[in-house]
C-alpha cells in the first residue's frame, strides 16, 4: 500500500501521475502505431506514471474514413493491441489506445485499456457526430446502448461497454473512466455519469480536427468538466501524420484537475509530445465530501453504486508502484494566497481589496454611517485596513476626517513605526491623534502589584496584555464619545494561531476588514493600492506612497517588549514561525483538510530550492530564501499545536468581517466551526509517524 512507500514518494500522499500524450500517426498502418505506442509507454514506466491516455482511433488513424471497414486493417489492430498487451507487460502504466473494434454487427469507435499483458476493459464512444465535417455513423455504431456487455473477438477477451470504471487496488481513490472526443461535448456527458459514480481520473481520447478558436472551446470544456466533475480530466487529441484532405490537426494535449490546469503542451508538434502532471486524489475526494451536492446530484440522477446493482463495472487491477518514483509534476505555489502570475495577483488583489472595502460599506450604510475608529501602528494590518477605511469613504462621498485615528505608543513603541502611523494618516487626510498608553497601563501594572511597576524588567504575557487592553479600551470608549465603531485591524494568519489577546487588542473590534486576508498577501494589496491608487480612486500622494514603501520594509513586530541589550526588537516571526509557511499549512488545512505528513511533503517541494519555480511578481531575487525539512517540520508542529489545540477559542469569539480568500475564512458563522476545547493529537501523531 502507499504506506509503505518512502516519504519522497509522491504515490504516497494522495497523487498518481497521469499522461496525455499524442504520436505522429501512420495512416492504416496498427503495426506502426502499436511501436510508438509501446515506445512512449517505456517513457512514462521510467518517468513513474500510472496513466496514459493516446488519441482517438489512435492504432489506425482516425482520418482513414472507408479504410476503416478493411478486415485487414480490422484484423492488424486487433493483433496490435495484443502486441501492446504482451509487449508492455512489465511497465507500470494502464495505457489507454483508440482503436476500431468489431463487435457485433458494427464497428466501434473504442478506448481500450491495457495493463500489465492484460487488455482489463473496451470503452465504445456514445455519441457520434454526423454535422458539420463530421460523418461518424458512416462507419461506426454508437456505444450509448453496450452496457453491461462482453468483448471477445481475434483473441482479446474483456468487458465492454461505457459503463467501466477502472479501480486501482493499491492506489486509494484512483478510479478511471475513459470517454472519446464528442462524448465530453454533449450536455450530459458519460464522464459525468462517471464522476457521480466515483470515477476520479476522467480520459478522454480526441482526434478533434482544428480550426480557429476550437483549442479555447476544448480548454473550456475540459476546464468546466473537470470542475463540475470534482476530477482530473486528462485529453489527448490527434496530431501529425492525420489526412489532411480536408480538414488539419494540432495534437492538443491538457490535463486539468477541479478546474486548475495542470499540464498542457505545444500544438501543432513535430514529432511526440506528452504532458505529465501528479494528480491530487485526496484533494478529489475532499472536494466531494465537502460538496455535499454532488453526491445530492448522485441520488437525484438514480445513480446506483451499491455492488450488487452498480449502474457501473468495476475492473480492478494493481498498479504496483515502485518505491524509485520522486518529485512532484504540478504547479505548486510557495504562497498558495498569492499568485505567480502578475495578471492574476493583479485580479486577486483587486477582488480582496473591493471585497473589504464593500463590506465595510455596506456594514456603515446599515447601522447610521458611524465614524470609523481605528487604531494605527504602523504595522502591515492597520495600514492596510486603513486604507480599506479610506477607500470606503470616498465611496460613500464622506470626507476622510470623519475617520478617526489613533496611535497608541506603548513601553516598546519605535519612533520609526510610530511617524509612520502619523505620516500615514496626515497623508490620507484622516484624523489622527496620539495618546500614551503607558500612564494607564503602568497604574494597571501597579495596582496588580506587577513586578514592573517597581521598576523590574519583567516583560512577561501580563505586561504585554495590559498594553492590549489599554489600547482596546481607549478605542471602544473614543467609539462610544464620537459616534463611532471600531474596526478591527486583525488577519486571517494571526486568527489562524491565535497571535491575538482574547478580548482585546486586534482580537476584538465592532467590524473587522482583515480578518479574511492572510498575512502573506497584505503587503500585495498596499503594492497593488500603491500601484492602482489612480485607477480606483484611492488618491495617494507622493508622500503617502513613501510612507506605504517604508512600512513595507519593516519587520512584523507586536512592540509590546522592549528592545534588549543588543537593541535586538520583538519579533513576531522568531517567536510563532515564519509566516511563509504557516500561511502555506494553513492553505492545506483550511481548503483541503490535508494530512500534516502530506502538507509537509509539499512544503518540502515547495520550499526546499528557492531557484525552483517561480515567485510572486516583484518578489526580489536577492531576498529568496528556502526551508529544509527539519525548520518545516518545526514549525508545522506549532502550527497543529497552536491551531486545533489552542485557538479555536479566540476564533469562536470573533466579530463579523467578509470572507476574502477562495481557501476560506475562520468565522465560526463561516467556514469553520470547531469545539474550543480541541487538541492537537490526532495531527502531531499522524506527523510523527510519517517520518519515524
Given at each position: ?33 502499436a ?5 512512449a ?10 496513466v ?33 498487451a ?25 478506448a ?24 461518424e ?13 462482453w ?56 482526434s ?93 440522477q ?162 504585554e496584555?495590559?498594553?492590549?487592553g ?13 459616534g ?55 488618491t ?70 528557492p ?36 485557538a ?45
Amino acid at each position: 500500500m502507499t504506506q509503505d512507500l518512502p516519504f519522497e514518494n509522491p504515490y504516497r500522499h494522495g497523487y498518481a501521475r497521469v499522461a496525455a500524450c499524442t504520436v505522429p500517426v501512420a495512416l492504416a498502418d496498427p503495426a506502426a502505431n502499436a511501436d510508438a505506442v509501446i515506445e512512449a509507454a517505456r517513457a512514462f514506466d521510467a518517468d513513474g506514471v500510472a496513466v496514459a491516455v493516446f488519441p482517438e482511433l489512435g492504432l489506425s488513424g482516425y482520418s482513414i474514413e472507408d479504410l476503416v471497414l478493411q478486415d485487414p486493417v480490422l484484423d492488424a489492430v486487433e493483433t496490435a493491441l495484443l502486441r501492446i498487451a504482451t509487449e508492455a507487460a512489465d511497465l507500470l502504466p494502464v495505457l489507454f489506445v483508440g482503436a476500431p473494434l468489431r463487435h457485433g454487427n458494427r464497428i466501434y469507435n473504442c478506448a481500450v485499456a491495457i495493463h500489465r499483458g492484460e487488455i482489463l476493459g473496451i470503452a465504445p464512444k456514445s455519441y457520434l457526430p454526423t454535422y458539420r465535417e463530421f460523418y461518424e455513423r458512416r462507419w461506426y455504431a454508437p456505444g450509448d446502448d453496450t452496457v453491461g456487455q462482453w468483448f471477445d473477438r481475434g483473441g482479446i477477451s474483456a468487458p465492454f461497454g461505457p459503463d467501466l470504471i477502472f479501480e486501482a487496488v493499491d492506489i486509494p481513490d484512483l478510479r478511471i473512466h475513459a470517454e472519446v472526443c464528442e462524448d465530453v461535448w454533449v450536455p450530459v456527458s458519460p464522464s459525468a455519469t462517471a464522476a457521480l459514480a466515483g470515477a476520479t481520473v476522467l480520459l478522454n481520447l480526441s482526434s478533434s480536427p482544428i480550426t480557429i478558436a476550437r483549442a479555447e472551446d476544448r480548454r473550456i470544456l475540459v476546464q468546466s468538466q473537470s470542475l463540475r466533475c470534482l476530477a482530473a480530466y486528462v485529453y489527448a487529441a490527434a496530431g501529425q501524420g492525420e489526412s489532411t484532405n480536408d480538414v488539419s490537426w494540432d495534437g492538443q494535449t491538457m490535463i486539468y484537475e477541479g478546474g486548475n490546469l495542470l499540464a498542457e503542451t505545444e500544438r501543432f508538434p513535430e514529432g511526440p509530445r506528452h504532458a505529465i502532471a501528479d494528480v491530487d486524489l485526496d484533494r478529489l475526494r475532499q472536494d466531494r465530501a465537502r460538496q455535499g451536492t454532488f453526491d445530492d446530484n448522485r441520488r437525484t440522477q438514480r445513480i446506483t453504486t451499491d455492488a450488487v446493482d452498480a449502474d457501473f463495472r468495476t475492473v480492478s487491477f494493481g498498479l504496483g508502484v515502485p518505491a524509485s518514483v520522486t518529485g512532484l509534476r504540478r504547479p505548486l505555489d510557495r504562497f498558495p494566497f498569492v499568485p505567480d502570475d502578475p495578471a492574476r495577483l493583479d485580479l486577486d488583489c483587486y477582488e480582496a481589496f473591493n471585497i473589504q472595502v464593500s463590506g465595510l460599506e455596506q456594514r456603515l450604510r446599515a447601522i447610521g454611517q458611524p465614524k470609523p475608529v481605528i487604531g494605527v501602528s504602523g504595522g502591515l494590518d492597520s495600514t492596510h485596513a486603513l486604507l480599506v477605511v479610506a477607500r470606503a469613504m470616498d465611496r460613500m462621498g464622506r470626507p476622510r476626517s470623519d475617520v478617526l485615528a489613533y496611535t497608541m505608543p506603548g513601553f516598546a513603541t519605535s519612533d520609526h513605526t510610530k511617524s509612520n502611523a502619523i505620516a500615514l494618516a496626515e497623508a490620507l487626510g484622516v484624523t489622527i491623534e496620539t495618546i500614551d498608553i503607558r500612564p494607564m497601563a503602568t497604574e494597571l501594572l501597579r495596582g496588580i502589584d506587577h513586578p514592573f511597576a517597581d521598576g523590574e524588567p519583567v516583560y512577561d504575557v501580563t505586561f504585554e496584555n495590559v498594553q492590549a487592553g489599554a489600547r482596546t479600551d481607549f478605542l471602544f470608549r473614543l467609539a462610544n464619545q464620537h459616534g463611532g465603531i471600531v474596526i478591527g485591524t486583525s488577519d486571517l494568519s494571526e486568527l489562524a494561531l491565535g497571535w491575538a489577546t482574547y478580548g482585546v487588542g486586534d482580537h476584538m473590534a465592532h467590524y473587522g476588514v482583515n480578518a479574511g486576508v492572510p498575512k502573506t498577501l497584505i503587503q500585495h494589496l498596499i503594492r497593488w493600492v500603491i500601484a492602482h491608487s489612480d485607477d480606483d480612486g484611492t488618491t495617494l500622494t507622493d508622500r503617502a506612497k513613501e510612507v506605504l514603501q517604508s512600512v513595507l520594509d519593516t519587520e512584523i513586530s507586536p512592540e509590546l517588549v522592549p528592545a534588549g541589550a543588543d537593541g535586538k526588537v520583538q519579533s513576531t516571526e522568531d517567536t510563532i514561525g515564519p509566516y511563509a509557511l504557516h500561511d502555506f499549512t494553513l492553505a492545506q488545512v483550511l481548503r483541503f483538510g490535508f494530512r500534516p505528513s502530506k502538507i509537509a511533503f509539499l512544503a518540502e517541494q515547495a520550499w526546499a530550492d528557492p531557484d525552483a519555480g517561480a515567485w510572486p511578481p516583484g518578489f526580489p531575487a536577492d531576498e529568496r530564501y528556502a526551508y529544509d525539512r527539519e525548520t518545516i517540520v518545526r514549525w508545522l508542529r506549532v502550527f497543529l499545536q497552536r491551531y486545533f489545540g489552542f485557538a479555536q477559542f479566540k476564533r469562536s469569539a470573533v466579530p463579523n468581517a467578509p470572507k476574502v480568500a477562495a481557501a476560506g475564512s475562520l468565522s465560526p458563522r463561516g467556514d469553520w466551526r470547531a469545539p474550543s476545547d480541541g487538541n492537537a493529537r490526532v495531527w502531531l501523531a499522524e506527523l510523527d509517524a510519517a517520518l519515524g
